[in-house]
């Protein structure tokens, strides 16, 4: 068979593509769930979210999802090995397994996008998929590549130097880091829209090469410096009544923590999803610019 017969069969057989989407999802999930790299509300939500991908989409779409979690988590782990993370990871939200609230502000938008794409194809939902997916890359890639910064943080708001950790703080490590994962999905996306971009008959032709290179490089520099500043104004942060931490956790060292700033409901997961729907309108206009 080939390559585009096999494309005009999962094209033609939905439930064919339902199978292979779900069975793959399982056993990408299942090996994550294994690596500790997700918690079983995180494998579940991934495997869930995998089989729409799969069914709604075509590879670029579940291709940029795989490059995302594959390289997001390859950098958790790297992290993880460093001796200088644990002074920063107790002070964050969530641990490095990501749980169902985390996927689905990972991955959730780019989903939306990607079944509205299966019914309307417009070439500005692709720059727009490529933009979520480039900016939760680029601040996975920020948040576990900057933490190894030998340089302290600085504040996006004050400017001024914060602990390790903070939310807001910014490196030029990170930064470099940030700009480094929205490029990678945009190199991804420019090799993987050389495949149909999706299983509908109508759908529009990949956009330029170059193009989804520099709507995911701007967009994913972008959503990451969204995110700094949302976490440094808005993003709900406690500070610890037993060891005076500043902290994104409500409880820390097993006590009530004092919330000193920020909306309650502006969880880390709610500021990812926000950052992530703004560089994904970023790349929508980029898109139509280039």
């Known amino acids: 068979m080939t390559e585009n017969e096999l494309w005009t069969l999962l094209e033609s057989e939905p439930l064919l593509r339902l199978a292979i989407g779900a069975a793959g999802s399982l056993a990408i999930a299942g090996t994550a769930y294994r690596l500790r790299a997700l918690s079983g509300s995180g494998a579940a939500a991934a495997a869930f979210m995998g089989t729409g991908y799969v069914f709604y989409g075509g590879p670029v779409w579940f291709g940029l999802l795989i490059a995302f979690f594959v390289s997001s988590t390859f950098w958790s782990k790297w992290k993880k090995k460093h001796a200088s993370k644990s002074g920063a990871e107790k002070n964050y939200s969530k641990g490095s397994r990501r749980d169902a609230g985390q996927v689905t502000a990972n991955g959730g938008v780019g989903l939306f996008l990607c ?30 590549i900057g933490a190894l910064s030998r340089r302290a943080p600085v504040s996006v708001r004050t400017l001024r130097r914060v602990a390790p950790g903070t939310s807001g703080g910014v490196t030029p490590l990170g930064s470099l880091a940030a700009l480094g994962g929205g490029a990678f999905i945009g190199a991804c996306a420019m090799l993987l829209a050389q495949a149909p971009t999706g299983w509908s008959a109508a759908a529009v032709p990949a956009p330029p090469a170059l193009a989804l290179l520099l709507a995911g490089a701007a967009a994913g520099l972008a959503g990451a410096f969204a ?42 997961d709610a500021v990812n999803l926000l950052s992530s729907l703004m560089a994904g309108a970023l790349a929508a206009l980029l898109g139509e610019l280039l």
Request: charged residues 15%; proline residues 1%.
């Open 115 to 144: 079944a509205v794409y299966g019914f309307w194809p417009e070439q500005w939902l692709l720059y727009a998929f490529v933009g979520v997916m480039a900016s939760v890359n680029a601040d996975t890639w920020a948040t576990e």
């Open 227 to 268: 995110d700094s500043w949302l976490g440094a104004t808005v993003q709900a942060m406690y500070r610890c009544r037993v060891c005076g931490s500043e902290t994104e956790r409500a409880v820390h060292c097993g006590s009530a923590s004092e919330r000193i700033r920020g909306f309650g409901w502006m969880t880390n």
